[in-house]
């Protein structure tokens, strides 16, 4: 049991080691450079500056943490019955309103945005697979934590 504790007290300091307004710039540039590689990946997605992505990464970012978890919720029912298409679906949706909102950031045609969204997927695969600074930062972090205590 002292084991546990240690372990406990270890990931509370580890996480007192990198304060809240770290994790969120991380976060932010996170979502910049998935957003960046999405564009330079399709033709159809289009930034029209470092600052129009930036901005579109803070939207992105706001969107998948308030919005997103409240629509996966409402469409449990319909992801079960679809084998999780409708997840799918919402994450597309995410990308769609950053489009929406953002000016300088545009996503030309339902196709690429399919494909823009399996971009994202991708990268925050390979994301969460790659250590760096952004294993610091949401589920990654926990799933970091969770990897290191058993």
Known sequence: MARRTDD???DRDRDRSFPLPARLAIS???NAL???VVAAALGGVHVKD???????????GVLNTVLKPLLRFVTLPLAIVS???AWFLVSLLMIALTAAIVAGFSVHGFSTLIEATLVVWLVNLVLDLTPGPWQITGKRRRRRQRAEST
């Open 50 to 60: 470092a600052g129009s992505l930036l901005e579109a990464a803070a939207v992105f």
């Open 8 to 10: 406990v007290n270890r």
């Open 34 to 36: 998935v957003l960046a």
């Open 83 to 85: 084998f999780g298409i």
């Open 28 to 30: 932010w540039l996170t």
